[in-house]
C-alpha cells in the first residue's frame, strides 16, 4: 500500500502526519507543487532486474502516447532486483540529496522504493508501489531509497533529451532518513 509519512527535518522516528488514502497523499503532495497519481500497468509482470529493454519494449506505445500528449522528449527504465552486483553502490547513489533543472517524471512499474521529498522544514517519505507517478517541480530537494534488497522497475521522463542533470545539494539529510527496509 503507498502511503506517505511527514517528518520533521531534524529527525525523529515519530512522523507528524502519517496518510494511507490515495487522494490525501496526492493532496498532501499537492500542497508542495508534486503531482502523485494512478497510471496503468501492463498485466504481464516483469521482475526487477530484468532487462531494462524489456520493461521499455512493453511500456513503449505508452509513453510515445505521453510523449505526443505531454511534450515529454525521451523516457528510460530502472530495473534492479536484490541480485544486482552494483545494489549497494546505487542505493548510495541515489541516496543523495539533489535537484534538478527539469520536471522529475517517474512511473513505478514494479516492486517498491521509498522516495523522499524535502521542502522548507519537512520530509515527506512517498512509499511509492505499482501504478504510482511522482511528477516533481524543477528544483525540489529529493532522494530516493531502494533499501538492501532492492526489488524495483520505474519509468522516467524528460523533458530535455538529454535527460536530467542532478545537482547535488551536499546535504547528508538522507542518510539520516534512509529508513525503506525491505
Ligand atoms: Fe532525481
Known sequence: MSELKIYS?????????????????????????????????????????????????????QMEKLMAEEGYKAFDAISVGPDHPDKEALRKQFLREHTHPDEEVRFFVEGRGLFTLHHNNLVYDVLCEAGDVLIIPPGARHWFDMGNNPEVITIRLFNNPDGWVAHYTGSPIADHFSRFVN
Open 9 to 61: 527535518e531534524s529527525g525523529g522516528m515519530n512522523p507528524l502526519r502519517h496518510y494511507t488514502v490515495y487522494s490525501q497523499i496526492r493532496d498532501a503532495l499537492h500542497d508542495i507543487g508534486v503531482r502523485f497519481e494512478r497510471w496503468e500497468t501492463r498485466a504481464e509482470k516483469l521482475l526487477p532486474g530484468v532487462d531494462e529493454e524489456v520493461v521499455l519494449d512493453l511500456y513503449r506505445d
